[in-house]
């Protein structure tokens, strides 16, 4: 079975400032999919940026991007120019690639993230 | 489009009632989840469908839940008898189980009190 591991609860940086959060993952599959999650106080889950673990290139999404280490089972999210409607708690997910897993998600615990002024 | 919809956002009851959570997924969409989410155990998936049939209900807590989808354009999750353990924020969530179509859309979730 696949897990999903956050191992920072919470963290912080200062508002402008950069911050990278880190996430693990166990799969015995070569294809999958894995993505960031945002979910801000008004709990509305919110896609951030995805990964397709067959693309070597990082994905990147304006002030947001990854750095996927697929031999590691690393994917971490990395917030340039932080700002103050970042704050959210962040949930990494994994997902398999074949259909016949069905398109289910396994997240991580979660960061949460706070912005300081 | 409005996005997955879910009613009620918020819902109080007393133990030992039943209660009924709704979800209309984004239209098109062939795939719907339910996932609970609690601070002791995180994010758990409970039950998904695809194309309305019931896939994968292992995470379904106990006989109390069950989840229906008559349609493609709504679904149900039911607690009956409900539990002060079952408080929690429910979601919904759908996606297209097809090439190129990735990510799940969720919705605003249903706090659940049991009181």
């Known amino acids: 079975a696949q897990t999903v591991t956050q191992s920072q609860p919470e963290m912080s940086v200062q508002e402008a400032e950069t911050v990278t959060l880190s996430c693990t993952y166990d799969?015995?599959?070569?294809?999958?999919?894995l993505f960031w999650y945002k979910q801000p106080p008004s709990r509305q889950m919110i896609l951030v940026i995805r990964q397709e673990a067959y693309k070597q290139q990082n994905a990147t999404e304006n002030r947001f991007s990854v750095n996927f280490q697929k031999a590691a089972k690393s994917f971490s999210l990395k917030i340039s120019d932080s700002q103050l409607g970042d704050a959210a708690m962040y949930f990494c997910?994994?997902?398999?690639?074949?259909?016949?897993?069905?398109?289910?998600?396994?997240f991580g615990e979660g960061t949460q993230l706070t912005v300081n002024p | 489009d409005a996005g997955v919809i879910q009613s009620p956002r918020h819902e109080v009851t007393e133990m030992g009632q039943e209660v009924t959570l709704r979800c209309k997924p984004i239209s098109g969409h062939n795939s719907l989840f339910w996932y609970r989410q609690t601070m002791m155990r995180g994010l758990e998936l409970l039950i998904y469908f695809n194309n309305n049939v019931p896939i994968d209900d292992s995470g379904m807590p106990e006989d109390r839940f069950s989840a229906k989808m008559p349609n493609a354009s709504f679904s149900t999750l039911k607690i009956q008898p409900s539990e002060p353990r079952d408080s929690a924020v429910y979601f919904c969530?759908?996606?297209?189980?097809?090439?190129?179509?990735?990510?799940?859309?969720f919705g605003q979730g249903t706090r659940l009190t049991v009181v």
């Open positions: 969530a759908s996606s297209f189980l097809g090439a190129g179509q990735l990510e799940a859309f």
């Open positions: 799969t015995s599959e070569s294809d999958y999919y």
């Open positions: 997910a994994y997902r398999a690639f074949w259909e016949t897993s069905g398109s289910r998600l396994t």
